[in-house]
């Protein structure tokens, strides 16, 4: 997909004017938080499962070559086949190669993120395969040719009655006067177009929650149903995943499956969680015939052992964008690539490089609420200070910030200098903001008095202030 | 006022029942913009039964720096500022923001450098935000104040995540005669200041302040008060913008009794 | 191609994590202890309960997620009781089922019922399953893909009953866990083991909750005997 994240700026601009938008964003703020915290205050253990989570993770990175190969002969021995996919064009080639020796026509798809990170849909069309999204919220924005905003959410910048003009729009063959003013109506004619395609279908496409290696099995996390009919009706089961989705064990996956619905939707466990073990058995009746797993780096093996590592924690879960207020202002589509919020503002720079997505660590209040609800504690600021540390260092932050802040650097590093200069400026600004006590506009104050007015300083500084107060001078 | 210098991690050498030197941080944006907010944390510090000095050279916490990913100046200036406070009992700042700089981030800013590492953990062990040093560490549970008004609390981010300061000011805020505390909606949301985010974002920063104004508003208070001099002079903007007549001061200017000064950006 | 890209990954991975021949011996240690050992970690208390209260908390819990449950006494109370269910929502008296030996010698003569057995074709409005066991913490069943239960008859039809044995509810996943290992083996997995908590449904319009997605639009759950 188009990368738009060097627009950060444009694209929020032309997001906080969207009236739909906006309208759309409110019920992220409504809905997630209170269900997340709902759900997090009904289990007791819901934070020593997120520091065992965190511990899981942290071993298994730690470990992540060996429970790869552990991960890998498991597959192999269940008949399934896995990829090692070098990049996002890597993985396409993969794909394609077992789409055309299969001779697909069309292929079914569950929600994948790592689908949109290698840009696989518009691939397929390339290549004369149809994609068919069956999330309802991919699907829909399919429909409209967009991409997810969300990365659990996908369709969660769209108002029912847009996707009701969409339906009557793309429904052609349905009849025009059918109500589909109630959600209810908008989902079982979705429901009712999709069912004829999984069976249609000649590849499924999945992505994974997580990879055991224990047992060589995929584990996909869903409410609609869609994944597992996805995996289970097209003939042959592709499974797109990254490779930090390894976890060790059975009971691994069962501890952080406790945190992520938790996280994700505030459900004690999303209505479908299936563990899938290669294809179809001798004895099965039904079931896909092959079963592959495209294992795509495309950057994360760079994280390991970084400042980064801690990212390769994620479980995708989406608490950090829901817990945003710059994602709650702007929506995912202005952070320009397939990952929004917080996660995204410290994965995106490691994917496609800090050069084209250097505005996302930067668009951020290090409110802190991200990391405060992250099921996997990810420092998530932290990492974000990091990307602008990497800016720093490489020159690439705007020439006149840096000017500012290097000025200022300067003096705060020279108490005498500093306190000369601004024993003379505040008593000035003072006296520029005249008797109201504020300023609505001041000469490179631009960013600040656009849209809010400016206090002006009560005078002296406190230093002088204090020193002239009777509590003698300061030490 | 009985309890000294034994809770929260506070070091042993400020020992009960006698005066604890406590080193004001006055934090830059007091210094420049709101020194009110100064001479009530040093009220409030010294009826607390606490000796105030205020080292002169000081400048700023860094943390400008720190956020632009100027890792190197920001360690010249928490140098400066460990060296220049280390030896006092306490290190007290009317800010969460700039009290989690100097509590929670100067040790992991040295976490490469052990000498410099260990110094920022020990002078780490004495910084405190006001507030919650009056009630954690001073024990103080009342304050000597009156203002017959309506008030709403907004928890500045760092304050809140950082340091957990919520309760804090809201138990000393109950003491004040004749005031009410009115819960705000979200209280617990940024409200968009994020230090140099708010003039490199501007349009976003304002969408997220608009909406912290609305909840302000529906609260009906005469008065909004928050822990960081940054989100008020952010938050204050944004209503004298929207011609919202209420008042905007720092916490420690209504527990010390001082708000016979103007407020924030002056009145309407 | 894959090979050497594999090779590239595995090296790059080992470089990152410090790999060396010094500490090769105990990293393999190590990861081959987790693989054999299996750790449990946290378990909620919740579900710690005595067999009664174990399933009464797993009724509670999947009531909660919209799933409706009754209690029969014995395995011959089904037929009579799949009918009732399809006969109070006025749908087709017609059940399709797996090959589940626990469901075959049911007698479906007293029932108007027409059952066929075997996957689904997509074209079922009812099916039943019986299930290897069921979560009280969570109000989960879990159910193993076979012949005896294709796993197209958890997903396609509109309304899915299942047969859960009151003595098969245990307290938490790691439990059933341990019993899938007991059953399968080691290392080794049922094609599809699904974890099931509730029907299906979707909050992608809106946020707001719609039961029946793609999956089933309802769950009913007849739980046999006495637990314990």
Known sequence: MQITSQTFKANTVKALADVDLQRALRHVEKGFIGKRQKAADALPEFDALRDNAVEIKNHTLKHLDLYIEAYVAKVEASGGKVHFAEDADHARRIFLDIAKRRKAKTVTK????????????????????????????????????????????????????????????????????????????????????????????????????????????????????NGDLTQLLGKCHVVLASLEKIVPTLEDTAQILRVLARSATGQEMSVYTTLSTGPKRTEDEDGPEEYHVILLDNGRSGMLGTEFEDMLRCIRCGACMNHCPVYHAVGGHSYGWVYPGPMGAVLTPSLIGVDKAGHLPNASTFCGRCEAVCPMRIPLPKMMRHWREKEFESHLQPKAARAGLGVWAYLARRPKLYRAAVSYAMPALKLLAGRKGRFRSLPLAGGWTKWRDLPAPEGRTFMQAYAQSGHGDPK | MTLNGMIDGAPSTAPAQTTPTVALFVTCLVDLFRPSVGFAAIKLLEDAGCKVVVPASQTCCGQPAYNSGDREDTKAIARHVIETFEAYDYVVAPSGSCGSTLKKHYPELFANDPAWHERAVRFSQKVHELVSFLTDVRGVTEVDAALPATVTYHDSCSGLRELGIREQPRQLLRTVEGLTLTELPEADVCCGFGGTFCVKYPDVSNAIVGKKTKHIASTGADMLLAGDLGCLMNIDGKLKRENNGIEVRHVAEVLAGMTDKPPIGGKL | MSGSTRDAVMGRLRRAVGANPANDAERRAAVAARLSDAPKGVIPARGQLPPAERLDLFIQMATKADATVTRLGDVSDIPEEVAAYLRERNLAPAIRMGRDPRLAGLDFTRTTLTVTTGPSEGDDLSSLSHAVGAIAETGTLVLTSGPDNPTSLNFLPEYHIVVLDAADVVGDMEAVLARLRQT???????????????????????????????????????VVGEPG
């Open chain 1, 110 to 225: 569950g929600k994948t993120m790592i689908s949109e990170e290698i840009g696989l849909n518009a691939f397929l069309e390339e290549n004369g395969i149809v994609p068919v999204e069956t999330d309802l919220g991919e699907y829909i924005i399919q429909l409209r040719g967009e991409h997810p905003s969300h990365i659990i959410a996908p369709a969660v910048h769209i108002n029912r009655d847009q996707v009701e003009a969409d339906f009557r729009k793309f429904h052609v063959h349905l009849d025009p006067e059918r109500d589909l003013v109630r959600p209810e109506t908008l989902l079982s004619e979705a429901r009712q177009i999709l069912r004829q395609k999984y069976g249609e279908a000649d590849i499924g496409v999945t992505g994974a929650n997580f990879l055991i290696a224990e047992t060589g099995t995929s584990v996909i996390v869903t409410n609609e149903g």
């Open chain 3, 184 to 222: 399968h083996g080691k290392g080794t997995m049922p094609r599809s083991v699904n974890f099931v908590t509730g029907p299906s449904r979707s909050a992608d319009i809106e946020q707001t909750l719609l039961l029946g997605a793609h999956g089933p639009r309802s769950l009913h759950i007849l």
